[in-house]
């Protein structure tokens, strides 16, 4: 079983910035492909990032390509989404979630985290 626990999130300011973190729990952390989805008010759930098990190579959605970079600690089991430059269309709930497999990342989410409110006003 794994825990995981955002925290980061808040209001800023269009151009800003913002750092996540996903703090997890359990021996496995290392073994698995973690990300971030995000869900806006009135929309469906959408992909942001994900980063392979051993951090060596990363994804993004086009939408967030050259603004967010994603990244991960084993020795801490926690991984982080550094959001700049963000836009009022960056409002949602964020989720880290652990997958089984980094290529078919969102198909193969096992754990979710409850979710951390990014809002950026313009």
């Known amino acids: 079983q794994v825990q995981l626990v955002e925290s980061g999130g808040g209001l800023v300011q269009a151009g800003g910035s913002l750092r996540l973190s996903c703090a997890t729990s359990g021996r496995t952390f290392s073994s698995y492909a973690m990300g971030w989805l995000r869900q806006a008010p009135g929309k469906e759930r959408e992909f942001v990032a994900a980063?392979?098990?051993?951090?060596?190579?990363?994804n993004y959605a086009d939408s967030v390509k050259g603004r967010f970079t994603i990244s991960r600690d084993n020795a801490k089991n926690t991984v982080y989404l550094q959001m700049n430059s963000l836009k009022p269309e960056d409002t949602a709930v964020y989720h880290c979630?652990?997958?089984?497999?980094?290529?078919?990342?969102?198909?193969?989410?096992?754990?979710w985290g409850q979710g951390t409110q990014v809002t950026v006003s313009s």
């Open positions: 980063i392979i098990s051993s951090g060596s190579s990363t």
């Open positions: 979630a652990a997958a089984r497999r980094y290529n078919d990342y969102v198909r193969s989410i096992d754990y």
